[in-house]
Nanobody, 115 residues
């Protein structure tokens, strides 16, 4: 079995920064793409950023230049650095990792941007 644990998140003022971390553990033979989704109240879940096994990245337009996704293959970890946060970034953030050919999801972490 594979376990996924998220950390980070919390309450931050507009313009502030947060870092989200997501790590997979267990019987891991291969990890492919990793990424982050978010879901705000009353809205559909949207893909925020993803990073492929070759380190190619892409982002939703609303976070380009503010968020950075990275991965550490040795630690089976994906990170999301979020800078210049805005109130509209408020959402529950979910990580995913393609492990052994199957999607595995984090439990979700709340990010709230408010003064």
């Amino acid at each position: 079995q594979v376990q996924v644990a998220e950390s980070g998140g919390g309450l931050v003022q507009p313009g502030g920064s947060l870092r989200l971390s997501c790590a997979a553990s267990g019987r891991i033979f291969s990890i492919g793409a990793m990424g982050w989704y978010r879901q705000a109240p009353g809205k559909q879940r949207e893909l925020v950023a993803r990073i492929r096994s070759g380190f190619y990245t892409d982002y939703v337009d609303s976070v380009k230049g503010r968020f950075t996704i990275s991965r550490d293959n040795a630690k089976n970890t994906v990170l999301l650095e979020m800078n210049s946060l805005k109130p509209e970034d408020t959402a529950v953030y979910y990580c995913y990792l393609l492990v052994n050919g199957a999607m595995n999801w984090g439990q979700g972490t709340q990010v709230t941007v408010s003064s």
